[in-house]
């Protein structure tokens, strides 16, 4: 057991030393590019885990909110605001925004609720659209400055004009995120959010107030996929409608299912996984899209936990298999899933 | 101190024409254990919804300790000390033993987002009395050699002792229990009335529905029997027992002793 804790302590730290040195590892610009785009896409599938994964809710109007931080940030910076106040301005803003829709919405419940979250992402996009004298219609937000420098007392300051200093800071933001879903998750909170995963009724005979959590799930998880947009609008430079379109709400979707929702390492892992692999792909053209398209459904038929799910639960079962040989009994108490512990 | 904790006055509910629940009163008195019998349909898990607040009762009135519940919402009722279990077991199925305990330990804590976030000492007090408390349910109910075990690993047995252990993590005023040992065996049966007993002499007010007529003569302290939505009869074990009424609704009109 503290054998095996070890060995998993040095195994995320041994991922830590990569995503540092990975300004060193990649071949060209291009690919860098790539890797933030991952990294700002995993904050954004992090979050709608919370809410799909962990709170079982399917909300499918996580773009709608990476618009509007994208949007907030876009327009704030453009007008003379600090990156770093218009970022947690327009984060917050998302969340109120989640709360309010949240008050109709989440008292609908499985593919009711996944549709009125749905019409609410299409309706940002829309918005954007056309509300041209605040979002530039369809040509959208262009020439959006870069993070604002950071002042430093001693050496002068940080500046996000190069590639490797804005993929640390993205990977700031992802780690920050992964964080404050790490602590969420592995505690009673977590747990109330599974509790109303699996059993709302149940849930709400032990005295889970089942709305108030699922609430503060699908706030939570609005705030970050705000802050994704906002980072994304102010490392890209230019915003337009598709930034808040479904389409992206759809490709997180499928990181998460790939990759194993509910877990923590499976929406990262898929963030990065796919968009890397659609590049070594190229030369499939559109018939990428088909192949991942039967993926997903051998995926959700066979490894309904995803990827990272079904390592767990291979690993569990090599464990179990190994014990048995060893002792000639079962051991069926091995058989904990790793992310699920309180 | 009410010595009817749990008190019902008429209480009814209809089902748009249909009267499931008819002016129905009883009390439960502190420590007691009370058994609500009756033939299929007779109303008996409506009243427990009505209690529980899981359906809003047409009219009457729901006391607990003296205080107004009725209407409250289930999580509301739940907070104010009346724990249920239900008549098809309803565990957490995706989550393992001390998962389930822990979950029916939430209401006991005040850790809100922020000191979750920051772990702050509220929160830690908070994860130490939970820790303690699923220490003392888990040797109460007798499933400390699974508790890292997943719920679809357990026996149909030992799913409904967790079920009453989930409801025992909330420290609860009044315990509802729906037919705890429904599909069991005999030796199982035994197993579940013992624990029930344990929870008596713990202190613990009970409120059961059951359909094994020897177990609740030997359990209850006061038993009410419905038929058709409507109170028939109320006593002890032995006065139910020589009821006229009653061996009528159980045996059919035509019975004859």
Redesign the interface.
């Given at each position: 057991m503290v054998l095996q804790l070890i060995k998993q302590k040095w195994f995320y730290l041994a991922i830590l030393a990569i995503a540092l040195a990975v300004p060193l590892l990649v071949p060209n610009r291009y690919f860098f590019q790539i890797i933030i785009i991952s990294c700002i896409f995993a904050i954004a599938t992090l979050s709608m885990n919370l809410i799909l994964g962990y709170t079982g809710q399917a909300s499918l109007a996580h773009a709608g909110f990476f618009g509007i931080g994208a949007y907030g940030v876009g327009l704030m910076t453009k007008a003379g605001v600090s990156f770093w106040l218009a970022l947690p301005a327009s984060a917050l803003l998302a969340a109120l925004v989640g709360f309010l829709i949240g008050i109709p919405t989440l008292r609908t419940r499985g593919s009711y609720f996944a549709i009125a979250t749905l019409c609410f992402g299409v309706i940002v996009s829309i918005i954007a659209g056309n509300w041209v004298s605040l979002t530039g219609g369809h040509t959208g937000v262009v020439g959006i400055p870069r993070p604002s420098p950071i002042p430093l007392p001693l050496a002068g300051e940080i500046t996000f004009q190069t590639q490797t200093a804005q993929y640390y800071l993205v990977l700031a933001f992802l780690l920050l995120t992964l964080f404050v879903m790490h602590r969420l998750v592995y505690s009673l909170q977590g747990l109330s959010f599974m509790a109303v995963r699996n059993n709302e009724v149940l849930a709400d005979a032990v005295g889970i107030n089942t709305f108030a959590t699922k609430m503060l799930s699908f706030v939570v998880a609005n705030f970050f996929a705000a802050l994704a947009g906002g980072i994304y609008a102010s490392i890209i430079g230019s915003i337009s409608p598709s930034t808040a379109s479904y389409t992206l709400t759809f490709n997180w979707l499928v990181y998460l299912l790939l990759g194993g929702a509910a877990t923590l390492s499976g929406p990262i892992a898929g963030a990065f996984a796919i968009p890397i692999l659609m590049e070594y792909m190229q030369f499939l053209e559109e018939y990428r899209q088909l192949i991942f398209g039967a993926l997903l459904i051998v995926v959700i038929i066979y490894f309904p936990r995803g990827l990272m799910g079904g390592l767990a639960s291979l690993r569990v079962k090599a464990v179990n298999y190994s014990h048995r040989r060893k002792a000639g009994v079962p051991s069926a108490a091995e058989s904990g899933k790793p992310d699920q512990a309180f | 101190m009410y010595r009817v904790l749990l008190k019902v006055e008429n209480l009814t509910k209809h089902f748009e024409g249909l009267v499931a629940v008819s002016e129905v009163s009883f009390g439960v008195n502190r420590g007691d254990i009370l058994a609500i019998i009756g033939p299929n349909g007779a109303g008996k898990t409506t009243v427990f919804n009505l209690i529980?607040g899981?359906l809003r009762p047409t009219s009457g009135k729901i006391y607990l300790n003296g205080e107004d519940i009725s209407g409250l919402?289930?999580?509301h009722i739940?907070?104010k000390g009346i724990?249920?279990t239900?008549q098809t077991t309803?565990?957490?199925?995706?989550?393992?033993v001390?998962?389930n305990l822990?979950?029916?330990?939430?209401?006991r804590?005040s850790?809100g987002?922020w000191s979750?976030?920051f772990?702050t000492r509220r929160?830690k007090e908070?994860?130490a009395g939970?820790e303690a408390k699923i220490m003392e349910t888990l040797g109460f109910i007798g499933l400390a050699e699974?508790a890292?075990?997943?719920v679809s690993?357990l026996s149909q047995e030992e799913q409904k002792r967790l079920a009453i252990g989930?409801?025992l993590?909330?420290s609860p005023r009044v315990i509802l229990l729906d037919e705890p040992t429904g599909g069991l065996i005999q030796e199982e049966t035994d197993g579940i009335t013992n624990l029930i007993k344990k929870m008596k002499a713990a202190g613990l007010t009970i409120c059961i529905i059951e359909h094994k007529m020897r177990m609740i003569m030997d359990l209850a302290d006061r038993i009410v029997v419905l038929n058709f939505g409507e109170k028939i009869a109320e006593g002890t074990p032995e006065e139910v027992s020589k009821d006229q009424a009653v061996i009528e609704a159980y045996l059919g009109g035509d019975y004859v002793a």
């Open positions: - | 529980s899981m919402k289930p999580y739940a907070h724990a249920r239900f309803a565990l957490f199925d995706q989550l393992r001390v998962d822990a979950i029916g330990y939430k209401l804590t850790s987002f979750t976030i772990h929160w908070d994860r939970c699974k890292l075990h997943f690993t989930v409801a993590m909330s």
